[in-house]
């Protein structure tokens, strides 16, 4: 029926990625590679600053890599494209759009007509439980509802590869719970190959099929683990096998602290003092 | 952003405080103030009152510019005058909003439209309106179209900046978002960047409308038969300081009107921003 159908597989090829100009560049990923198969759901799991964020921007085509290769499904990512959707930490929802002009986005810039375009959003509204939001600005709901829209808003491109860069990051934890318990639910009737990019441990455990380790910058992929868990595991948390993974990835995070912490990157490059070189 | 609607005239120190009044208390305050400056007007000039370095002395009272005034609004030529004054105005400010936004929403996203269009544009900013009279008269061959011509350049500058301003103020995520969904480079514009840009957009326009009016003296310095600014530039070559006064009210309550006007419409084409502070 669409292109969700159709998941798309991931592959890096040494990939690296240079931020910032001149004295200021420095290099926030350093020869990535990986091969992440259609349909998985693979949580990228760091400290802050480790470069997550930087390869997620990579694959939505937001950053150009300085060397290597992302491919998806053996094409190479040049530019943003919806079959890549993108989900920020923090909602990227248009404030002069209501709920339902916002999810319909996608679908208006293909050219779809008014009508359908009403239908379908109605639709994806109602898959992420905002029914009878459809009217409201962003504004006037909560983080949560407005992160559920934002999701939405994506999932209506059907895109073959779903990127989330902490996308619960900044809600309360029983908000995030029921995040998650949506998405998965989600994903249950979306097929799609989802990257999702956290820093926390019980959410990857919980989410992932596959959680890879990302070292300090330059961040470079320094574990790759099966999470082997029966789902649903939200029951499991407490279980003995949830707590040796636990254990497992905790050792691999625990590194000598930095000096001084390193600023959050996002998938559109250097923290806003840089900003200003990476124009889209 | 203070853009408190419509007290662009009574800017109180503190518009929290005015704002916390019960709106009767308000509007009796802003009536009060402009009492009071009236007052002192007729006290200073009826007692000719002279402080060594300033002096009222010459100035016509108020009742006098009343008297001009009521013969300006008896007088067949008001509505001529008008007519030409809100015409200029009105097209020299559409030019230089239509050009001003464009250009301003250009060189606010692309760098190349910056290098190549703002350097020109900040060597002609400062250039005062008065200045450009000689030009426009050789370059225009109608003195119509040179009137417009100097209310346009009296108007298109905070447009121009405030547009830039605003465009550069716009989130990086939400274009980025945009491309995401499959928005094209020039698309962007109409879906995120202006709407995101709109309220600096508004306040560009309102300032810009402010000077339009500020220009207009300078610009029906030029000819004409008619105009508000002509014929306060001929009350002055006339002596009438009476009338002067009358025009300078007129072109200031003009100015205001058409100001608030612009924040009104802004305010009801960017209905999201209700509510904001």
Not at chain 1, 94 to 117: H, Y
Request: glycine share 10%; proline share 7%.
């Amino acid at each position: 029926m669409s292109a969700s159908d159709h998941p798309a597989a991931i592959r890096l090829r040494q990939l690296s990625i240079r931020l910032g100009l001149g004295s200021a560049a420095f290099e926030a990923v350093q020869n990535v590679s990986l091969d992440i198969e259609p349909g998985q759901f693979v949580c990228l799991l760091g400290p802050s600053g480790c470069g997550k964020s930087t390869l997620l921007g990579a694959l939505a085509g937001h950053l150009t890599p300085a060397s290597g290769q992302a491919l998806l499904d053996g094409e190479r990512v040049a530019g943003p494209h919806p079959e890549r959707g993108l989900v920020f930490q923090h909602h990227t929802l248009f404030p002069w759009k209501t709920v339902a002009q916002n999810v319909a986005f996608g679908l208006k810039m293909k050219g779809v007509d008014a009508a359908t375009r009403q239908r379908q959003a109605e639709e994806f509204i109602d898959l992420v439980g905002l029914t009878g939001f459809a009217r409201h600005y962003p504004g006037q709901l909560s983080g949560g509802m407005q992160q559920r829209v934002e999701i939405a808003r994506v999932l209506i491109n059907h895109p073959r590869v779903l990127l989330m860069d902490e996308p619960f990051g900044a809600l309360d934890a029983l908000t995030r719970l029921k995040m998650q318990e949506l998405l998965l639910e989600i994903r249950e009737r979306i097929r799609t190959t989802v990257l999702f990019v956290t820093h926390d441990i019980d959410e990857a455990l919980l989410l992932a099929d596959r959680v890879l380790i990302m070292s300090p910058r330059p961040g470079r992929i320094i574990e790759d683990l099966p999470v082997d868990l029966p789902r649903p595991r939200f029951a499991a948390a407490g279980s003995a096998r949830f707590a040796s993974l636990k254990q497992h990835c905790l050792a691999l995070l625990r590194y000598d602290e930095p000096a001084t912490s390193l600023p959050r990157l996002t998938p559109l490059g250097a923290p806003p003092a840089h900003q200003l070189q990476f124009a889209i | 952003m203070t853009t408190a609607t419509g007290l662009a005239l009574s800017n109180p120190p503190k518009p929290s405080r005015i704002v916390r009044w019960p709106a009767a208390g308000g509007y009796a305050a802003q009536a009060g103030s402009l009492l009071g400056c009236v007052l002192f007007w007729h006290l200073a000039s009826t007692h000719h009152w002279h402080a060594g370095f300033i002096t009222f002395a010459n100035v016509p009272a108020p009742l006098e510019v009343l008297a001009a005034a009521r013969e300006l609004f008896e007088s067949p030529k008001l509505w001529l005058h008008l007519r030409a004054s809100l015409l200029r105005v009105g097209i020299g400010f559409a030019i230089a909003g239509v050009l001003g936004v464009a250009a301003g929403l250009l060189i606010g996203r692309f760098e190349w439209a910056r290098r190549v269009l703002l350097t020109p544009l900040e060597v002609l900013r400062p250039i005062p309106a008065v200045a450009w009279i000689p030009l426009s008269i050789l370059v225009f061959p109608s003195s119509e179209a040179s009137m417009i011509f100097i209310t346009f350049v009296g108007a298109v500058f905070p447009i121009l900046l405030n547009t830039i301003h605003g465009v550069e103020g716009v989130d990086p995520r939400l274009t980025a978002s945009a491309r995401s969904l499959g928005a094209g480079r020039w698309r962007v514009f109409p879906e995120v960047i202006l709407p995101a840009a709109a309220p600096a957009i508004v306040t560009g326009l309102s300032i810009g409308m402010g000077t339009c009016w500020f220009c207009l003296v300078t610009a029906e310095m030029i000819s004409g038969q008619f105009g508000i600014g002509y014929y306060t530039w001929e009350s002055y070559t006339l002596q009438n300081y009476a009338s002067i006064v009358v025009g300078m009210l007129l072109i200031g309550v003009l100015g205001m009107g058409s100001s608030v006007l612009i924040r009104v419409i802004g305010q009801r084409l960017t209905p999201w921003q209700r509510g904001r502070a």
